[in-house]
């Protein structure tokens, strides 16, 4: 069964830009988080998705979108890249609603912001 | 809302011996999940352990455990026989048992140095 897929494994941006980057789940999972890991802040949560709705939102600006498509695939959007969105981007998925709780992570997207 | 605390930004063991990961949290609900997670240098975050908060008996997991104070809010990580490939940042997790909250509180980390 193959597991969490990000793309793009690594890209660098210039402030202003805006980047999107993609998580495929694992088949048959649902929901969708994704979490922002900084050295400073550590990891933060984003959002969560679930059949296509956000269920879910952390404390980030409105230069933080995402969404998901029916077939459970996810996109996250970052407008107007500033220098401190310069991190990695963790997805996970889950088949929400199970007892256990656990989420299976993705390698992550790595973003600089020049 | 839930915190979650890991006093120890970095932590050694030499290899073969035991080493304990400490974590605390703090929160108003009374069922919740308690995990650890593993990030090796390759980033990817593994599952290590998990604890449902009702359960009174510890997890474990092979050569990890956990002792899980419920009253403390304690959650602190034990890895026996540490092998090199233990070494990795880890990470304490809350999740809250509401049904679509699928939001995990991380504490903010140990790095564990595995010495041969």
């Known amino acids: 069964k193959a597991g969490v897929t990000q793309t793009p494994r690594y890209l660098i941006k210039t402030r202003g830009q805006q980047v999107t980057l993609s998580c495929s789940p694992i088949s048959g999972h649902r929901s969708v988080s994704w979490y922002q890991q900084t050295p400073g802040q550590g990891l933060q949560f984003l959002f969560e998705?679930?059949?296509?709705?956000?269920?879910n939102k952390g404390n980030f600006p409105g230069r933080f979108s995402g969404r998901q498509f029916s077939n459970s695939r996810s996109e996250m959007n970052v407008s107007t890249l500033e220098l401190g969105d310069s991190a990695l981007y963790l997805c996970?998925?889950?088949?929400?609603?199970?007892?256990?709780?656990?989420?299976?992570f993705g390698e992550g997207s790595r973003l600089t912001v020049l | 809302a839930q915190t979650v605390t890991q006093s120890q930004p970095e932590m050694s063991v030499q290899e073969a011996e035991t080493v304990t990961l400490s974590c605390t949290y703090d929160t108003s609900e009374s069922d919740y999940y308690l995990f650890w997670y593993k990030q090796p240098p390759s980033r990817q975050m593994i599952l290590v352990i998990r604890q449902e908060a009702y359960k009174q008996q510890n997890a474990t997991e092979n050569r990890f455990s956990v002792n899980f104070q419920k009253a403390a809010k304690s959650f602190s990580l034990k890895i026996s026989d540490s092998q090199l490939g233990d070494a990795a940042m880890y990470f304490c997790?809350?999740?809250?048992?509401?049904?679509?909250?699928?939001?995990?509180?991380f504490g903010t980390g140990t790095r564990l140095t595995i010495i041969p």
């Open positions: 996970a998925s889950s088949l929400a609603g199970e007892s256990t709780g656990e989420l299976f």
């Open positions: 997790a809350y999740r809250s048992p509401t049904f679509g909250n699928e939001k995990l509180t």
């Open positions: 998705y679930f059949s296509e709705t956000q269920r």
